[in-house]
């Protein structure tokens, strides 16, 4: 007799790259989904002619695991400029990546915005994560990210203006308390490609990923409500499989496998404004909050990195406040239209509010030693998986990589 497929419990990127491993080796699965697409975490909103992302994210091309799954040419990727802009005393500070941008102004940027020995510490950072490769900077010792910037011996100038907005932007925590090692990830990741955005917006992402998979296989609108190795209970009725997958988020996970402790989260919130007219910033550029004044903290003009992202005639700007605010949407707005005027002067107070993403399970809290000893096994129980960016980095590469181990999991389960 036929066995029953595998079932993965969420259509996330985990949950599709899993599918696409299990597919690959010949073995039949179902996708429950309890939302109305898939692609979790990853959305595009299209408001009014916008593309809005949910919640600013970028897709770094150097991702190892990405660069096997993903197609970027059929994404179309428009990448930002490596490097970054930095506000601070009332000032924009260009700091390109002097490597990619031979000629640019870091020098005299990077001079201000710390000092001559962090340029050097910034380039032996660089050459050393270069040459060290992700396997091997996750056998390195792990400590936050900042202690281990202060260990580089970065003054605390650089660490404030620089790097405290770059890498809380990324790890949603301006106290800098996330793992070294994911920061040795992303560093080295950023220093050898782009930060991207599909032209169509991040969700042709996971579309990318579930258009390769065969009809019936993915069922929509179908929340798994319990989950044992064998079978999967939804409202419509229970469903038999050979092995589970649970590829949801942290939070979700520990619900359903009755979990007492759930991975810790990091939220974010979004600010999605329509411009008239150009955007004060025309290069496809990310634009830090180096003052640590806030409330934004790092600020994107996403028409200027893909046109398609606003309307002919208009830009998108998309404003990220680290965390969740406890004040209102609207007390929110008017401090973030303070911020956006100090630093475009009124013109700014003309932007419309499109939409405000408060997104409190953004990602895992991945402090030390989150990625020497994470808090779950992959194998939960014989025939019983997990995956999410809540096993391994935090982030797009993370949840592929889990997906595609949780698949392998089980193909090596099958052979033995
Ligand atoms: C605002 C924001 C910014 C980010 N920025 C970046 C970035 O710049 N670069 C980067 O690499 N990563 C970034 N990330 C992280 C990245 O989006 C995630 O790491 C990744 O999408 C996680 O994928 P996942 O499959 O592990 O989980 P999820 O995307 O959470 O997918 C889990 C799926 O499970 C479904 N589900 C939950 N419970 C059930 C149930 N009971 N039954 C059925 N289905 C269920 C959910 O609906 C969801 O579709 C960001 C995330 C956010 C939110």
Redesign the pocket.
Known sequence: MDQPPVII????????CCARTLLAAGIPCTL????DT?????RTDELDGFLLD???????TA?PEAQRVLDYSALDLRPFEPGAVVRFDGRFHTLMDPWRRPGSILDGALARVGSLADKLRMGSMRSELQRAGPLAIYQRPETTILESLRARGFSDAMIDRFFRPFFGG?TLDLSLSGSSRMMEFVFRTFSIGDAAVPAGGMQRIPEQLAAGLPAGCLRLH????TVEPHRVRTPGGTLQASAVVV???GP?AAR?LQRPRAPAVRG?T?LCFAIDGPPPVEQPVLILDGDGAGPVTNLAFMSSVSPRYAPPGKALASASVIGIPAEDNATLERSVRRQMASWFGPAADAWRLLRV?R?AD??PRQSPPWLTQPIWNQRVAPRLWL????QDT??????MV??RRAAEGIIAERAS
Not at 38 to 42: K, L, S, T, V, W
């Open positions: 419990v969420g259509a996330g990127i985990a949950g599709l429950l989904e309890a939302a898939p692609g979790g975490r990853i949910r919640g600013f994210q970028v897709l770094l991702y990324i179908t929340p798994a409500l590829a949801t988020d979700a359903l974010v979004n993403y997104i953004a990602l995956a999410g960016d809540a935090p982030g797009l590469d993370g949840a889990s997906g």
